[in-house]
């Protein structure tokens, strides 16, 4: 009997390793903490956590705007969710409060009852505890209580990945880690928005107060900064603790939210002073935890929201810190969220403390625990990779609106050329200059990188001049229209996909690429470039058939394979990992091939190519959940999803790209590019003119080329999350193609009134 029950028990600890015991887990929680404020300074204790620690940039994106509530409710839900106004009131249990008027219905407010005697007369003060159990009908368990966690779970139920508000309080609670929470961003009103970082579902920190006093200072904004000193001492009197329990034990510093909250008061040299005070104080208090702090234990500096100042520069970035007792963090901050060295998410906090404990996150979680990398100079890699973001930010908003204006406006004038036929030579010559500009603009873009260029209007003129070049080097290199546009679409593919198998250092950092401040995408091939990829493919390829008919019995092998790789890079998740960019190669560059092959599309055929992206995406799937050494991508977390949740995830999840492509279809200046490029293909390309029929009899392949774009826009439209953006690159291409050929080919006005006459 004994034998059994001991196989029992080294059975269930070989397969659930205990927990770790006697871990403090500390999170400094200081808000509007700068960038530069920690990985320039010179304040010994800070400068020490990042040397024995690592340090990151870490993404406050939101489910809405980078504001302290949304920050808060994002991090403790370890997913994108919004944060009312309403959820600064935390208070502790036996705290008197009352309730003040509000212009919001439906809504009561909460602040500290005084003393005034008049007041209590006409608004009695109610403990914070009657007032939770009266809203939720729960009895409290803790010590400290948020009394607008009904507003918060309400704000975050019309998310469509359905984030849960006081998810990491809840899974700490359930492994028996003890939370403390301790301090508070008080003005004249309560600003207890960290709070909801740490607290459970039902709005509850089981320890601590957010009672912690403040000192009166009138060299302080509001007349009132932190108590450092009752801080050190309760960091001196709760580490270490003897009885062996995992804690968490959170220390908000509220001084600088105070201070940016009030920085339109104070000239720019007061709230320098100020801010050099503060950070004084807090390199101090830094100084005191890595005194008391021993091996088993963490200390994690937290940045919910950068300064405002910051944001209005182009910078959302926040520090991230984590420094542990063993010195097994050491260098620069990464995760399998973002897979670059120095960059991570306020998604991967949560996984991060809950790793501390063994604890698995759940699948509700977008983000993954941190990790650290050995590096030369941290400082240098962040201040770079800060300096580069930012710069790439900047110029997304200030160049690409132009160029896809220009792309409008080429477009629009290239077609009433070929409708009227203008006698003038000189805009025939431009606008065929212009077209294939226009085409080599994507490429120029990738490039643009290399140059180092900060300004948007040196990067705008560098892009510029750069397809010029290469529009010109094109048209000098042959006189056959079709082989220039072979030229510029397969120098473009080439170059993507040499750059995407390299580590996308160009794709990371170029305007057409994506933005790690936004947040949607920090790895692979984003829409933008695979809209770009599959188009310049296509039209690549099928051009320069035309150039080299009687090289077709090799070429036409050569291409399959070499869209067979194209789908490979969009689609596994160690490379590319674009889902909607391998759908939407998965039908065009099968149907492109059976064009180029057989010439017309059978029903057999066309089914045959429309069931390949249901074997694509599940072979992605395989390989993503079970052979991904870099852990699931966001094909991967989205399977998960719809197994935890079922088949509404996925309704969720269609829905979610079906409103984003809805905004951008109605607000982006890539939607007008996209109606116009398919106004233009549909104009010239089905209407039985003599032209058109010249093209197609000359140029069968680019035709074909036309069609297989026009089905991978259409396609990329409908799956991806920006659509418009990858259906409207897609596009550009057979736009651009179409719309060259027509001009290189139109006669002029009196050819056609000469021939008519005879």
């Known amino acids: ?81 919004l944060g009312p106004v309403a959820s600064a009131q935390s208070f502790d249990a036996d705290t008197q409060i009352v309730a003040i008027p509000t212009l919001s219905q439906g809504s009561e407010v909460f602040v500290l009852a005084s003393t005034d005697s008049e007041q209590f007369t006409t608004n009695p003060p109610e403990t914070a505890q009657l007032v939770y159990e009266r809203r939720t009908g729960r009895q409290l368990t803790g010590r400290i209580v948020n009394l ?46 960290m709070t909801v970082i740490f607290m459970d579902e039902w709005g509850v920190i089981p320890e601590g107060s957010v009672r912690t006093p403040v000192i009166r200072d009138p060299w302080s904004p509001f007349g ?96 991230l810190v984590l420094w542990c007792g063993d010195g097994s963090m050491r260098g620069a901050l990464t995760s399998d969220t973002t897979r670059r060295v120095g960059l991570v998410t306020n998604l991967d906090v949560a996984p991060t403390i809950l790793a501390a404990f063994g604890v698995d996150p759940p699948e509700t979680f977008g983000g993954a625990a941190v990790e650290s990398v050995a590096v030369s100079n941290v400082e240098d890699l962040l201040a770079t990779t800060l300096k580069r973001t930012v710069a790439t930010g900047i110029q997304r908003r200030t160049i690409l609106h132009p160029i896809v204006s220009a792309y409008i406006a080429t477009y629009i004038i290239a077609l009433l050329y070929v409708i009227l036929r203008p006698d003038a030579a000189w805009v025939r010559i431009t606008l065929l200059k212009a077209l294939l500009l226009m085409a080599s603009m994507p490429l120029a873009l990738l490039l643009l990188p290399l140059f180092g260029l900060t300004g948007s209007i040196a990067s705008l003129s560098a892009a510029v001049l750069l397809a010029l070049a290469m529009a010109l080097v094109a048209q ?9 546009i072979a030229l510029v679409s397969l120098s473009t593919a080439l170059a993507l996909i040499v750059d995407t198998c390299t580590g996308t250092r160009l794709i990371q950092n170029s305007v057409l690429g994506y933005d790690p401040m936004g947040g949607a995408r920090f790895y692979g091939i984003g829409n933008e470039y695979m809209g770009v990829l599959v188009g310049s493919t296509i039209m690549g390829t099928t051009a320069l058939l035309d150039v080299l008919p009687r090289s077709e019995t090799w070429l036409r092998p050569l291409f399959v394979v070499l869209y067979a790789g194209v789908l490979l890079i969009l689609v596994l998740p160690m490379v590319g990992a674009n889902v909607g960019g391998g759908i939407t190669a998965a039908v065009s560059l099968p149907i492109t091939a059976l064009l180029i092959y057989r010439g017309r599309l059978t029903k057999r055929r066309l089914l045959f190519a429309l069931a390949l992206p249901v074997l694509v995406v599940g072979g992605a799937t395989v390989i993503d959940l079970y052979f991904n050494p870099e852990g699931p991508t966001h094909l991967g977390r989205a399977v998960q999803l719809i197994d935890a949740n079922g088949i509404y995830e996925a309704f969720a999840i269609i829905r979610r790209k079906l409103q984003m492509n ?44 036309l069609t297989g774009t026009t089905i991978a826009a259409i396609v990329a439209l409908l799956v991806n999350d920006s659509g418009v953006v990858a259906g409207a690159l897609v596009l550009h291409y057979a736009a651009v193609a179409i719309l060259y050929l027509s001009v290189r080919l139109t006669p002029r006005r009196r050819e056609v009134l000469s021939n008519s006459n005879q």
């Open 1 to 81: 009997m004994i034998c059994p029950v001991i196989g029992l028990v080294v059975l269930t600890l070989c397969c659930h390793p205990a927990l770790a015991t006697g871990v403090d887990f500390v999170v400094l929680i200081v808000d509007q903490l700068s960038v530069s404020d920690v990985i320039y300074t010179e304040l010994p204790s800070i400068r020490r956590l990042c040397q024995e620690g690592a340090v990151g940039l870490m993404n406050t994106a939101t489910a809405g705007t980078t504001s302290p509530e949304n920050a808060a409710v994002t991090i403790g839900a370890g997913a994108r969710a």
């Open 148 to 193: 607008s966690i009904a507003e918060i779970a309400a704000a975050n139920k019309a998310l469509t990945h359905r984030p849960v508000p006081g998810a990491l309080g809840s899974l700490l609670s359930k492994a028996g880690v003890r939370v403390s929470y301790f301090g508070n961003a008080d003005t004249d009103q309560p600003r207890r928005h």
């Open 224 to 319: 009132i900064r932190s108590d450092y000193e009752y801080l050190s001492e309760i960091i001196l009197d709760r580490i270490p603790d003897s009885s062996g329990t995992n804690r968490v034990i959170a220390i908000e510093i509220g001084d600088l939210a105070r201070l940016y909250q009030a920085r339109h008061s104070y000239t720019d040299q007061s709230v320098i002073e100020m801010r050099n005070r503060v950070l004084e104080r807090l390199d101090t208090l830094i100084g005191v935890l890595l005194k008391k702090l021993s091996a088993e234990d963490r200390l994690m500096l937290l940045v919910p929201t950068p300064p405002q100042h910051d944001i209005a520069a182009g910078n959302s970035f926040a520090p």
């Open 476 to 484: 000098s290199s042959t006189r056959n229209p079709v082989l220039h």
């Open 662 to 705: 809805l905004k951008l279809f109605r607000y982006s200046v890539w939607s007008r590019a996209l109606v116009i490029a398919l106004i233009a293909i549909a104009w010239l390309l089905y209407r039985p003119t003599p032209l058109i029929q010249r093209i197609k009899q000359a140029f069968p392949r680019t035709v074909s080329g």
